[in-house]
């Protein structure tokens, strides 16, 4: 069982249901502003090569614990909420995309630094060859 980052959780569900956002069609229950978005845990843990259990368990227990706030009038916004409305195991699709890109603005930095150090260290030995060679 593969142990996915919460970069590729939230990467995989974007994929998986950005066509689906913004939400119900016309006529049902929850309109196009709701936030949340109905996700299959099944399916997801299916394609990211994990338990349904152990994506779950990330989705609540971390993800949600991380990214839940309180707004000024003392109302929960959720990141994971087990149920909204009828629907179950929904996400909160819009403040999913604002993560998952301050994730991959992450990525590219570390990237980036990793690039830098990796050409330092080239030079250096670059330059302690050279050394070596001129000293003969």
């Known amino acids: 069982m593969s142990l996915p980052t919460d970069r590729k959780i939230l990467r995989c569900i974007f994929k998986m249901y950005e066509s689906s956002y913004p939400g119900k069609e016309p006529g049902e229950t929850s309109g196009k502003n709701d936030p949340y978005l109905p996700i299959k845990v099944n399916e997801v843990a299916t394609r990211l090569g994990c338990s349904p259990e ?42 999913l995309a604002a993560v998952l890109a301050e994730k991959d603005e992450e990525h590219k930095r570390q990237l980036w630094s990793l690039g830098v150090a990796i050409a330092a260290l080239v030079l250096s030995v670059a330059s302690i060859i050279a050394q070596v060679i001129s000293a003969k």
Do not use: I, W
């Open 54 to 95: 152990m994506l779950f368990g990330r989705l609540y227990y971390h993800l949600n614990a991380k990214y839940h706030y309180t707004q000024d009038n003392d109302a929960q916004v959720n990141f994971f909420s087990l149920k909204v409305g009828s629907e179950m195991h929904c996400v909160n699709f819009p403040y």
